[in-house]
């Protein structure tokens, strides 16, 4: 079964700041990767995902994720945050038809 | 807006009720799933319905009864609740069941249970 692994569950930054929030995955197959965002009171929306190909992914609102085969990971990144990006962010891997979350990043931005 | 309608949004149970919570895409999706989120967590996978038939039951309680009465609908059958299962209830859509496309999301239904 796949599992994944974030880090630095409670992030507070300032506006402008950059953003790395890091992901771990473990599973034996071929990889779909995917950061979704959960904003206050908001369902679940899709920021980016991996299936193949270039490894520097580029999702919506200037988020872009990183796949490393070798590292296992899939990092999402943002140079410059904006107080709109307060959320929670969660990174996922499927497979076998299961779609498994990490514990998810809540990030705090202050304005 | 989200194209999968969960409803109702909140829903109060005592522990001898009798509810249930429905969810809707069309989308065409042949696959649909419940999820559980507690606060603060991840959601957790309940169960997995493709082309109308249960195909993953991730060992969930028999008081969670779920049914797909066509590709469109999900319900998700209370009966006997504790407590603890006062949580988040999502679910979500996808094209086809092994593909690998993203979920699509509801805004989820939230259940407390006294």
């Known amino acids: 079964a796949q599992s994944v692994s974030q880090h630095n569950h409670h992030v507070i930054l300032s506006e402008a700041a950059s953003l790395e929030l890091g992901c771990n995955y473990s599973?034996?197959?071929?990889?779909?990767l995917f950061w979704y965002v959960q904003y206050p009171g908001q369902h679940l929306q899709l920021l980016l995902k991996?299936?193949?190909?270039?490894?520097l992914v580029k999702g919506i609102k200037g988020f872009e994720a990183e796949f490393i085969k070798s590292k296992f990971s899939f990092n999402l990144r943002k140079p410059s945050v904006q107080w709109s990006d307060t959320a929670e962010y969660f990174c996922?891997?499927?497979?076998?038809?299961?779609?498994?979350f990490g514990k998810g990043n809540q990030v705090v931005v202050i304005p | 807006d989200t194209e999968v309608t969960q409803t109702p949004k909140h829903l109060v149970m005592g522990m001898t009720n009798k509810k249930s919570l429905k969810c809707e895409q069309h989308?065409?999706?042949?696959?649909m799933y419940w999820y559980k989120q507690k606060a603060k967590k991840p959601p957790e996978l309940m169960f997995v319905?493709?082309?109308?038939?249960?195909?993953i039951n991730e060992s969930v309680p028999s008081r969670f009864s779920p049914e797909c009465p066509n590709s469109s609908l999900l319900n998700l059958h209370l009966h006997a609740l504790q407590p603890e299962d006062s949580a988040l209830y999502l679910c979500?859509?996808?094209?086809?069941?092994?593909?690998?496309?993203?979920?699509?999301f509801g805004e989820g239904s939230r259940l407390t249970v006294l």
């Open positions: 979500a859509s996808s094209q086809e069941p092994l593909d690998t496309g993203e979920l699509f």
């Open positions: 599973y034996g197959g071929t990889v779909n």
């Open positions: 991996y299936f193949s190909g270039d490894p």
């Open positions: 996922a891997v499927r497979g076998n038809n299961r779609l498994a």
């Open positions: 989308m065409g999706h042949r696959a």
């Open positions: 319905y493709s082309y109308e038939k249960l195909s």
